[in-house]
């Protein structure tokens, strides 16, 4: 695997919202899966070293150590010694425990984003309905 050599692909921006409620390494791990389910991250991108990612983000390698560490675990990432962290190919199969442990804490970072936002668990009930009403018509 190497780098990217494509100059029209906008490069990947890792970025962080202190207020949101959601711990920073836990946001850089959905920025990562954000970035593969829409493609502006693909097999074989180059994602920053630990130390330049906490370097930009002013925030401790360690917690950059850690997001990575867990999407190396789900078999996300790759990373080589010397050479550096990359997005692999694997498609992830998560068995059914994992997939309700992952959509609790899914949930459970959104509704401390909807709080700290200042809205009630009811208005996003109401809005998801709307929403998924939308959808389906």
């Known amino acids: ?19 949101s409620g959601v711990p920073v390494y836990r946001q850089l791990i959905d920025q990562v899966r954000a970035g ?13 070293t630990v130390r330049q990612l906490a370097v930009d983000l002013a925030i401790n390698p ?3 150590l850690r997001a990575y560490r867990e999407l190396e675990l ?4 790759e990373t080589q010694q010397g ?4 997005v692999t190919e694997k498609k ?4 059914e425990a994992e997939r309700e442990r992952l959509m609790d804490q899914l949930v459970n970072d959104f509704l401390a ?4 936002a200042g809205f009630t ?5 109401f809005r998801l309905r709307e929403i998924s009403e939308r959808r389906t018509i």
């Open 1 to 19: 695997m190497g780098r990217r050599s494509k100059k029209s692909k906008r490069a990947f921006q890792f970025g962080l919202d202190l207020h």
């Open 74 to 77: 789900a078999g996300l990432l």
């Open 113 to 116: 984003r909807i709080g700290a």
């Open 36 to 48: 593969m389910a829409s493609g502006t991250l693909s097999v074989g991108d180059q994602l920053p």
């Open 121 to 125: 668990v009811e208005e996003l009930v």
């Open 83 to 86: 050479t550096g962290t990359f």
């Open 92 to 95: 992830v199969t998560r068995d």
């Open 62 to 64: 360690n917690t950059v």
